[in-house]
C-alpha cells in the first residue's frame, strides 16, 4: 500500500518568504509528526497530532512556524517570513498509534533551502 | 526535550564484525522502545522494537537489548555488512495509548570494507 508522502521535494525560496510544506499520512494513521533535520543532525520534534485532540505543538521553534491537519488526514506545516537557518530537511511521518503500534512511518521529506 | 543542533556521535566498525549501538532514554515509565535506521536522504524506517516487559528480542541480524533498571537500549548488528551503513536513532514512548513517541539522539555507523 502507498505510503506516507510528502510534497515538494526540494523547496528553494527566498529569505522573508512564506512556505507550506504537505504531508500524506497512510490512510488510517490516527497520529501525525513533523520533525526536523539539519544536514548531519539528529531530529528535532515539531509538532504531533493526535485524532481529534489539540496538537502538542511544544517544538515548534518560534510563532512563524505552525501546521494544521484537516479532516485528520492531510497536513500542512506553514513556515512565515522565512530565514536562513530554517533550511533543512522537514519529515513527516505517521502511525496508528496505541502502545503496539506506535512505529512511525516516514516519509521521504521535503528539503528547504532558504536564500 | 529534544535533541537540536547536536553532531552526531559516530561508531566505524569493519565490515564483518558486530556492532553495538548505545541509547539511554529519559523516562522510567516508558513502555515501548523502537530502534531506526536512517540512510542518507531518506526518511528513517523501522528496524526493530521491543516492549516493556521484555529485556531481548532479535530479529534478522539484528538484536535489542533492554535494561530498565540504568534505562538503557542497545542496538546490536551482527556480521555488520557496508548496507548497515547509516544513522541509528531509537525512540521511546510513555505508557497509555495516546502518547507521544521521543527520539533519541542518532548514531552514525560507518562500516569499513
Known amino acids: 500500500g502507498a505510503g506516507v508522502s510528502q510534497s515538494p521535494s526540494n523547496k528553494v525560496t527566498e529569505k522573508g518568504k512564506d512556505v507550506e510544506l504537505r504531508c500524506d499520512p497512510i490512510s488510517g494513521h490516527t497520529a501525525l509528526y513533523w520533525y526536523r533535520q539539519s544536514l548531519g543532525q539528529g531530529l528535532e520534534f515539531l509538532i504531533y497530532?493526535?485524532?481529534?485532540?489539540?496538537?502538542?505543538k511544544s517544538g515548534l521553534p518560534s510563532d512563524r512556524f505552525s501546521a494544521e491537519r484537516t479532516g485528520g488526514s492531510v497536513s500542512t506545516l506553514t513556515i512565515q517570513r522565512t530565514q536562513q537557518e530554517d533550511s533543512a530537511v522537514y519529515l513527516c511521518?505517521?502511525?496508528?498509534?496505541?502502545?503496539?503500534?506506535?512505529?512511525?512511518?516516514f516519509g521521504p521529506g521535503t528539503r528547504l533551502t532558504v536564500t | 526535550g529534544e535533541s537540536v543542533g547536536l553532531h552526531l556521535p559516530t561508531l566505524s566498525v569493519q565490515e564483518g564484525d558486530n556492532s553495538i549501538i548505545n541509547c539511554a532514554y529519559s523516562?522510567?515509565?516508558?513502555?515501548?522502545f523502537i530502534w531506526y535506521k536512517q540512510e542518507s536522504g531518506k526518511g528513517p524506517q523501522f528496524i526493530i522494537d521491543i516492549r516493556s516487559n521484555m529485556d531481548k528480542r532479535q530479529g534478522q541480524r539484528v538484536t535489542v537489548l533492554l535494561n530498565k533498571t540504568v534505562k538503557h537500549l542497545s542496538l546490536q548488528i551482527a556480521a555488520t555488512q557496508p548496507g548497515d551503513s547509516a544513522v541509528y536513532f531509537c525512540a521511546e514512548k510513555p505508557p497509555g495509548g495516546y502518547q507521544k513517541v521521543t527520539f533519541g539522539t542518532g548514531t552514525k555507523l560507518q562500516v569499513i570494507p
Open positions: 523516562n522510567s515509565a516508558s513502555d515501548y
Open positions: 497530532f493526535q485524532g481529534n485532540s489539540a496538537p502538542d
Open positions: 511521518a505517521s502511525s496508528f498509534s496505541g502502545t503496539a503500534m506506535s512505529r512511525q512511518y
